[in-house]
Structures are given as C-alpha cells and as structure tokens.
C-alpha cells in the first residue's frame, strides 16, 4: 500500500495498470513502426497505464524473412529504438517492444524494456520455431543459453538474458518478466521460472500468425499460465500490417490474472486497439502467500535471475477503476455461471448429507422451519437428499416453534413449504415454557414490562434448538442445522443451545447472498408444484429477521438488517477478507466502486430490478466498522465450536477445521486502525 497517494487512487490499493498493444506495422519500416509505438505510448500515459506490452518484432515487422539478415534494417532498428528510449523520457509506462537484435555472432529475436529515456534490459526468446509455417532458427539464435550477458543497443550497454525481472522499487508486487510467442507454447515456459523468482507481471510479445482454431489455444495458454504461475500474463500479438505472403494475423491481445480474463480487443482490428486492466497485485501476492507449494515448486524448478529497479513514480490522480467488479463476489453476474454454481452448490450440500446420514445409520432428519431463507434452503437440500437415498420425505421432522414475535406470515409459509416437499410438520408453541424461563430467572418482561433484551431473545432461541435435539433423541433423528456463511461470520447466532449448534450443518458454506440464487435456481428446474414455488417466492420476498422481538408501536417488526447492517456489503467484506487477507481500506476502496452506481455494470440473474440499492463510501464504512468488530473481535469463539458441515464456495469455509483457524480471543484493533485511517470521514466525532 502505497499510503502517501490520495485514497481515490488505484495505485494506493495494491493494483498497477497494464496494456496489452498492437499496432499497425509497416514492413521493414523501423521508423514508421516506432511512430506508431509511441501513439500507443502516449495513449497509455495518458491513461495512467504502469506497463504497456507490445507485439514480438514490432519494429521490423515479423514476416520479413531474409530482410531481417540486412544491415540497412538492423541500423534503422536501434535508431528506432533511439528514438522511442528518448521520447520515453516523459512517458509513465514501461514500454516492452519487439525487435531482432545483434549480439556478438548472431542475430536475437527480443523484448527490448524502455522506461523514462533509459534500456532497463533486454530479453531474447529462448525457443524459436522451426516447423509447419515457422523457419526461425533460419535467422536467430536462441536466448535460453544468454543468462547472465549484457548487449549493446542504441549506445547504451545493458543487461541482456532470459533471466531478468525489472521490478518496481516504489509499487510493491510489480515485478515484470518478459518472454516472446513460442515460448509459451513449450512445456515448462521461462516465464514458470521467473514467476517462481518473483514475477508478478508476465508479459508475451507475440507474432503468431492465425489459423481457425489457434486464438483459442492462446486463450487457454495465457489463462492457464496466469492460473498455475499466481501472476497476471499480458499477451500482444501481431496484426495489421504484417506481411501475408503465406500467413495473416488478428492482433490478438488480452490480460489474465490468477485464470481470470480481465480485457481483451477485438481480433482483426483495422487501426491500433489496446487491453487496459488493473491488475491486483496484492491479490497475487496473497495468493502466493497462502499457496505453500507455489514456493516449494521453486526449490526444485527455481532458477537464478538478475533483477534490474526502476522507479515508476504512479500518478496521484483518480483514474477510476479499469477492471470488472462484482458486486456480489459469491454471486456470478452471468447467468450460465451462476446456474452453474448454484447447481454444484446445491448438489455439494446435498451429496454431504447423504454421506453423514448413510455413514451413521440413517436418522430421521429433524429441522426447525421458520419461513426464512436460511431453514427454506435447507429444507430443500434435506428432501432432495431423502430422494437420492430412496427414502420418503415423511422421513423428515419438520418443526415450526413460533416465539413471542413470529408472524402468522411466516410460520403459515414454513408449515406450507413443509407439506408442499411432503415433510411431516408440526407445530409447538415455545411461548409457555419461554416464560416460565423467564418467569424463573425473574425477568422483567415476565412481570409485563416491555423488556426485548438479548437474554430475551436468547431464551426464545435456546428452547427452539433445545426442542429439536431432544426430538431428534426421541424420534431417531439428527438436527440439521441451518445458519449460512454470512451468520457465522458476523457471530449471529446464538451459542450453545442455541441455532449456532446442530449434530450436522448444510448451510455453513454457503452466503447469504448465494442462497436466494439457489433457491431461484431450485424453482427454475420446473420440478417443483405451483403451490410450493408460490411459497418459496413468498419467502424471497420476505424481510430476513430472527422474529424474536415483537414488532414496535410502528408495526415494523424485527430486521437483522436495520441491525447488523446489509448482507450485500458484509458479504463484500466476507469474501475479501476470507480469500485474499485484503485491507479494510482496500476493500472499502472497492465496495465503493462495486456500489455506487445501481445504474452501472450488472446484476445477477434474477436480482429484483424495483431493490437495486447503493451504498457511497461513508455508508460501506460505517457498515464495515460493524464487520470488523464482530469477525474479528467478537464471533471467533462461536466459530471454534461449529458443527461439521461442507464447505461451498472457493473463497473458503470458516470451520476451525477448515479454512480458517484464529484465536476466539483476538481483537480488531489492526483492521479497524486501518480503516479508520483510510475513511476519517466515515468516524468524524465518534
């Protein structure tokens, strides 16, 4: 983190933008072609852009066969590359641009990196095709032996090898490598090695003609070396321009990050097109971090490189945001995708609690149905589970326990949903022995005052959970617990005998946010009756509460919401914080962007359009404070004692025996010391 820039930058949060360029060339034309670098350059300076990547040979043009062999050609490439070294003096980028090179007896195909009036270095491709179409070892010699050299170009001497990192020493995490076409199509490619060294940025300057067929092996090359390497991969390849005596060429390019495509231009393009993202380096660092084989695999497949600094100076400004953001981290924006996840979701539920049921002997599972989306889910994943063992759904022992505030609407849609899936439902008041508890500890509400405290709430949720393992002892059964991602994270629940306890949980690896989606995704299947997807829609359009406080004078009642603050933005936090180790900062940087505008960017599938809501920086805040105070000062001793139950979603799980271990009596201070520093606005006169 780069704290002296202003919060509104990008360059402060851990991200550093890259482009991915292609331009038009002119054959055998070194000057016209580095013209046309600099346009590009300039565009990207102007954009704020760190790094900008440009195609393999891009000075001489690639398919210039023996023209390359010519003196008068090699000359005007290092004027060309004079020219754009000291244009390049007042330019921001990091300018990565293709030319054949001669160095002692042989001629070198190379990535030549420039940045503010000086060579940084100079990387030659290491393999070099010759078969099909190619015929490269005609005219240059391989790099992969050229480790440790140094090259004259263009008046200067400078490093020179595939063994070079070009890190910048004022943007922590941006550290460059630099390989050409082929050599990403080879088994172990040196950008695996760099990677391992401490390349976060991967750039490929690229020729590669085009056949049907190619610009998808590409695709998978740049995203699987991106996904296995924890780096961002930067592909340009040549387009307009290049001779077609035999080949033609469709100016690919695009930016991967951890598997992840972050832009990409149209192939074919007539002009030049550049992909601009901003790339999280904090992310691939963290990624790094928590991967221990990453760093295992470098001490047997590690190898020795140079590393050349320069200073990048970022811009202060506010450039915005140059890459997708999900509002709904866990909810996928494309609707095959999110289809794809809520089946595989619902299913890896399922699937865990027919492995429990069959291993200890097929109890009757016993639920606690109170209308609300969390026990609805889970309703359904149980009946599902008795259909795939064989078992009828009278086998489940659904239970409805109203309090002291449940609502006729809710308690009519639980015992509705219950005799729709075909679960045997019945119905017992907990009021009565509520207040004879109450009555006993001499509470006050007891005696008629309107007392709604936790110890009233709590005794209300510790005799429902009560009720239901006592059932289950009687009834041969086992309690499933229903509590999600999103509960276990903000602690509420309540402990003990309490819903926080079950003999086995099925939504504990799933968000709140999710599991509307799979219950979409559940009644989109069209096996449900009209009459059970009449209630379940009921429930979506239900106000999530725990419906243990009675409505006020105002008739409202009880909103865990109005309380603990929205689940769209806790479950922002939940994901950033669970995957990444991000900074409360950083991450309100970026709920900000996610959420400012209900108008920008997209929606899952099926999100209401008339309850798109916004959230400016002091509310994502103000919101988080609450997140950090209960995650991390507060809930962990919930957490420690949670019941088996199958993790979901790939940011993790909070099971003590999962992916998240902490100590149940940690603090916040760090985390809200950050973000207080970062929003002062947010906290002014608390």
């Known amino acids: 983190m780069i704290t002296e820039l202003p919060f509104e930058s990008v360059y402060r949060h851990g991200f550093a933008r890259v482009s ?56 005007a490439v290092e004027a060309a590359v004079a020219r754009i070294v000291a244009a390049s003096a007042d330019l921001l980028p990091v300018l990565l641009v293709g030319a054949p090179l001669r160095h002692r007896n042989r001629l070198y195909n190379c990535a030549v990196v420039i940045h503010r ?163 999280d380096l904090d992310r691939l660092r963290q990624d790094r971090l928590r991967q221990g084989t990453f760093d295992d695999n470098r001490r047997t497949a590690g190898a020795p490189f140079r590393t050349v ?31 794809q996840d809520c089946y595989e979701a619902f299913n890896i539920q399922v699937s865990g609690l027919v492995q429990r049921l069959e291993a200890i002997g097929g109890p009757r599972p016993v639920i606690g149905v109170s209308g609300g989306l969390d026990s609805t889910h889970a309703l359904l994943v149980i009946a599902r589970a008795m259909d795939r063992m064989g078992r009828p759904r009278s086998d489940i022992l659904a239970y409805t326990l109203p309090g002291f505030a449940t609502s006729e609407k809710t308690k009519r849609n639980a ?24 009555s006993r500890m001499g509470h006050p509400f007891a005696a008629g005052e309107p007392v709604h405290d936790v110890t009233f709430e709590n005794v209300q949720a510790g005799l429902r959970t009560d009720y239901l393992f006592r059932l289950a002892n009687q009834r041969n059964g086992i309690v499933i617990g229903t509590g999600d991602l999103s509960e276990i994270a903000l602690g509420w629940s309540t402990y003990g005998v309490g819903d926080q306890m079950s003999h086995y ?123 950090l105070q209960r995650f991390f000062g507060f809930a962990q001793f919930k957490r420690s004692a949670i019941p088996n139950g199958p993790k979901v979603s790939p940011a993790g799980s909070l099971s003590p025996r999962g992916d998240w271990r902490a100590p149940s009596d940690g603090n916040a201070r760090a985390w809200l010391a950050d973000l207080h520093a970062a929003v002062p606005s947010a906290f002014a006169g608390d």
């Open 117 to 279: 009036g000086r060579i940084l270095g100079v990387a030659p491709k290491s393999y070099l095709p010759t078969y099909r179409e190619f015929y490269e070892h005609r005219w240059y010699a391989r790099g992969d032996d050229q480790a440790g050299q140094d090259i004259s170009v263009a008046g200067s001497t400078v490093p020179f090898g595939p063994d070079l990192l070009f890190d910048a020493v004022d943007v922590p995490g941006l550290t460059l490598h630099a390989e050409v076409c082929e050599d990403v199509w080879v088994p172990i490619p040196p950008s695996s090695a760099a990677a391992l060294a401490g390349a976060t940025v991967l750039a490929n300057l690229s020729g590669s003609p085009i056949t049907i067929g190619r610009a998808d092996d590409r695709t998978l090359l740049s995203q699987s070396q991106s996904l296995r390497c924890l780096a961002a991969y930067v592909y340009a390849a040549a387009g307009q321009g290049e001779s077609t005596n035999d080949v033609s060429w469709d100016g690919q390019t695009m930016i991967y990050e951890g598997g992840q495509l972050l832009a990409t231009t149209e192939r074919f393009p007539d002009g030049p097109r550049r992909s601009v993202a901003d790339v």
């Open 505 to 627: 949980s099925v939504n504990p690896g799933v968000p709140k946010t999710l599991i509307q989606h799979v219950i979409r995704w559940v009644i989109s299947a069209g096996e449900l009756s009209a009459a059970t997807v009449e209630v379940l829609q009921a429930v979506l359009d239900t106000e999530i509460s725990p419906e243990l406080v009675p409505a006020g004078q105002d008739g409202k009642m009880q909103s865990t919401e109005d309380r603990i603050g929205p689940y769209n933005l806790h479950d922002f936090t939940l994901y950033h914080v669970l995957r990444f180790g991000f900074r409360p900062s950083k991450i309100a940087f970026l709920a900000a962007k996610a959420w400012e505008d209900p108008d920008a960017g997209s929606w899952p599938a099926g999100y209401p359009e008339g309850a798109r809501p916004s959230y400016d920086l002091v509310t994502v805040a103000r919101w988080m404070e609450v997140f």
């Open 20 to 75: 991915a360029c292609t331009i038009p060339v002119a054959v055998a034309d070194p000057a016209a072609n580095a013209e046309a670098v600099l346009a590009s350059a300039r565009d990207c300076d102007a954009d704020g852009v760190a790094v900008a990547v440009f195609p393999e040979l891009c000075l001489s043009g690639y398919a210039i066969d023996d023209l390359v062999m010519q003196d008068p050609l090699l000359d």
């Open 309 to 339: 600094t320069f200073e990048l100076a970022p811009p202060a400004a506010d450039l915005g945001l140059r890459r997708s953001l999900d509002r709904f981290p866990f909810v996928p924006d494309d609707p095959a995708r999110l289809a």
């Open 415 to 438: 015992i509705a949903l219950a005799e729709a899936v075909g679960a045997t439902i019945e119905e017992i008041d907990i009021r009565p022995a509520a207040s004879e508890m109450l």
